[in-house]
């Protein structure tokens, strides 16, 4: 069982940056072993792909939405996962969720392959 707990979110003008961080944790989990991504869900919308990490952290995927905008990078030794997110557009403004895969090897936008799902935390860019 693994326990995923977004933090930073809040709100923000456009063109400003936030950091969010997602700490991993549970007795047989470990976050260097999993795939890591990031999603988000607007207000009737579905739930979309940010981007995701290999266990090692040398491999990067990200929407063409946020592709030059957000970083995600990741700490194995403290079992956290961070998405920097820079000029940030009011259309960002969603609840961003913090999730993990630990049966794939490749990177994945699917939500059905990740496996452990953090809460979510709330991103508001204003105009």
């Known amino acids: 069982q693994a326990q995923l707990v977004e933090s930073g979110g809040g709100l923000v003008q456009a063109g400003g940056s936030l950091r969010l961080s997602c700490a991993a944790s549970?007795?047989?989990?470990?976050?260097?072993?999993?795939?890591m991504g990031w999603f988000r869900q607007a207000p009737g919308k579905e739930r979309e792909f940010v981007a995701a990490?290999?266990?090692?952290?040398?491999?990067?995927y990200y929407a063409d939405s946020v592709k030059g905008r957000f970083t995600i990078s990741r700490d194995n030794a403290k079992n956290s996962v961070t998405l920097q997110m820079n000029s940030l557009k009011p259309e960002d403004t969603a609840v961003y969720y913090c999730a993990a895969a630990l049966g794939i090897l490749r990177l994945s936008s699917r939500r059905d392959e990740y496996d452990y799902w953090g809460q979510g935390i709330q991103v508001t860019v204003s105009t």
């Open positions: 990490i290999s266990q090692s952290g040398a491999s990067t």
């Open positions: 549970g007795r047989t989990f470990n976050a260097y072993s999993s795939n």
